[in-house]
């Protein structure tokens, strides 16, 4: 999730275990415990690009990292806050939940959270609400700020906090709901129209949880669509996509393409534009504006140049519409056909 979920997450955690006991500085470590997991975006500084996209959502949102660092930031607070009177073991179980609730919530999205490292490197995605959902994210929002206001000892900071937890919660087993509704128009859809497949996914559009992403693949093609659960008809127009897999016999055992392949969990197309040069799209995250342009880019698209060494040049392309035109026409694709 988004940084701002983050840090309202965090602090309604930290005011619903701490805020008895040290104040509103619960609001701040909680924000900042349940932020600790993001820490490994550093990586975008000395990394290179597609190394940097698997060290993102990697050790740092595993279990291993939380029960490894929990017990280090509970000690070093018992023995700093002793005058607020928590526990050890309030403090363990605090940031234990702070940082796991990071990596379950980032589980949601499509992007895929490394939960098992060192053991495993399996990414895990219910692709159930998108990385940005202010519907998710406005209730902790307004009772953070809400909570600010209100004074340490105030009878309505409890009820405020737990209104708000709630109602996300609530929200988040909503796009579950709408989840298995896609899932079901999709099946039925490709049953209709005589498309066989091998695997298939759905993930929400940009901002919201209505309008919705399809994937469908076989062995040669893929078959990507939209659907907004407020469309009157229920058919979906498909767009058919080669995998082009053979454009990628220049790069042969090429770790880099390798690790585009593992980070895009299987569905990738390849794409050529001149005779040097071919692109890599991760179709998981959808196009700029797939909903209203059908020859959209995709958002993670990495350009691959064939160099003399055989080295790889990779960089993530550049959007083709404004935020301003891709945000109304996804506004009434979201309103339905």
């Known amino acids: 999730m988004d940084s701002i979920t983050h840090i309202v997450l965090g602090a309604a955690i930290g005011e619903a275990m701490l805020g008895k006991k040290i104040g509103k500085k619960a609001m701040l470590w909680g924000a900042l415990a349940n932020s600790l997991p993001d820490i490994d975006v550093i990586a975008n500084?000395?990394?290179?690009?597609?190394?940097?996209?698997?060290?993102?959502?990697?050790?740092?949102?595993?279990?291993?990292?939380?029960?490894?660092?929990?017990?280090?930031?509970?000690?070093?607070?018992?023995?700093?806050?002793?005058?607020f009177s928590a526990s050890y073991k309030g403090y363990l179980l605090f940031f234990l939940i702070a940082i796991i609730c990071h990596d379950v919530i980032d589980v949601f999205t499509s992007y895929g959270t490394a939960l098992l490292e060192p053991f495993s490197h399996k990414r895990f995605s219910t692709n159930s609400i998108f990385v940005a959902d202010p519907i998710y994210t406005l209730p902790l929002l307004v009772s953070f700020i809400i909570l600010l206001i209100l004074k340490r000892g105030s009878a309505k900071r409890r009820p405020v906090n737990n209104a708000a937890i709630i109602l996300s919660s609530l929200y988040l087993l909503l796009t579950f709901i709408n989840k298995i509704n896609v899932d079901h128009v999709m099946q039925q859809n490709l049953k209709d129209q005589n498309i066989s497949y091998a695997d298939y996914m759905t993930t929400p559009a940009p901002l919201n949880n209505i309008l919705?992403?399809?994937?469908?693949?076989?062995?040669?093609d893929y078959y990507t669509g939209y659907y907004s659960i407020l469309d009157a008809d229920k058919k979906i127009p498909f767009r058919k996509l080669p995998t082009n897999e053979r454009l990628l016999e220049?790069?042969?055992?090429?770790?880099?393409?390798?690790?585009?392949?593992?980070?895009s969990g299987g569905f990738y197309s390849i794409n050529k534009?001149?005779?040097?040069?071919?692109?890599?799209?991760?179709?998981?995250?959808?196009?700029?504006?797939?909903?209203?342009?059908?020859?959209?880019?995709?958002?993670?698209?990495?350009r691959l140049k064939n160099v003399a060494d055989n080295v790889v040049l990779l960089r993530r392309t550049d959007l083709d519409i404004s935020f301003k035109e891709a945000f109304k026409s996804l506004w009434n694709r979201i309103k339905g056909n």
Not at 48 to 70: N, Y
Not at 214 to 220: G, H
Not at 252 to 262: Q, T
């Open 212 to 220: 919705w992403y399809m994937i469908a693949k076989n062995d040669s």
């Open 273 to 302: 534009k001149d005779a040097d040069e071919i692109y890599f799209n991760d179709l998981r995250f959808g196009q700029a504006a797939g909903w209203a342009k059908k020859d959209s880019r995709f958002v993670f698209s990495y």
């Open 250 to 263: 220049n790069f042969p055992d090429d770790p880099v393409i390798e690790k585009l392949k593992f980070f």
């Open 45 to 83: 500084f000395f990394a290179d690009p597609v190394s940097a996209l698997l060290i993102h959502r990697g050790i740092t949102h595993s279990f291993f990292f939380a029960f490894i660092i929990s017990p280090v930031l509970a000690y070093l607070f018992y023995r700093t806050h002793l005058k």
